[in-house]
């Protein structure tokens, strides 16, 4: 997530998702599938709106939920001067999903998230996960195994996501972990760096 950019236009088609899990638990419905089959499940861009829905055209020619983005005078947040935009938003306070990725991911067994994402950017955009709590911080950010995006192409990201796996946590509480922040998941987000010129 490296790069900065200003004045990008262009973004985001495309979202379907699910998680894995390594053994079966009560805790969610795991594993889950967000097809969004009828409408956008109640998942939203980065203004907080509710995605764009179109029944046809998802990797495998059928449903999926979209959003714009444009990159014109985006400015990335004080505590990660590095950090491009969150795009997709799997929120609480819109119900997400019916709140099927919300809980505590580690006693469920979650082991992975998998995504299918499609960017119209003029250039190939890494992908990163974010989990946080109901309030948004402190929160976890994942890179994807293979993160790198090519304009124009649904690809499939996966997210190694075990209390284990490496992650990136954002909190003002220096021994604050991997496994603290998903024993709370409440918001499950995706983002693309932001793109040099």
């Not at 950019?5 to 973004?11: A, D």
């Not at 997709?88 to 998230?113: L, M």
């Not at 974010?130 to 995006?149: E, G």
Request: glycine share 12%.
């Amino acid at each position: 997530m490296g790069k900065k950019g200003r004045g990008v236009p262009g973004l985001i088609s495309g979202l379907l998702l699910g998680l894995a899990l390594a053994a079966p638990s009560a805790a969610q419905t795991v594993p889950f599938v967000e097809d969004f089959d009828v409408d956008e499940s109640g998942w939203a861009d980065n203004a907080g709106f509710l995605l764009d829905w179109s029944a046809t055209g998802g990797p495998d020619g059928g449903s999926y939920a979209w959003g714009d983005f444009d990159y014109t005078g985006y400015v990335p947040p004080p505590l990660a001067p590095d950090a491009g935009p969150i795009v997709y938003r799997g929120e609480d306070q819109n119900g997400a999903s019916g709140g099927n990725f919300e809980g505590d991911w580690d006693a469920a067994g979650v082991t992975q998230v998998r995504v299918w994402v499609r960017h119209d950017a003029p250039v190939d955009l890494e992908w990163i996960l974010r989990v946080a709590n109901t309030f948004n911080f402190p929160a976890l950010a994942y890179d994807a195994v293979d993160p790198v995006v090519q304009p124009n192409v649904w690809t499939e990201l996966v997210f190694e996501v075990e209390a284990t796996d490496p992650c990136i946590p954002e909190s003002t509480n220096p021994s604050f972990t991997c496994l603290d922040g998903l024993q709370n998941v409440a918001h499950i987000q995706f983002g693309p760096d932001a793109p040099q010129q």
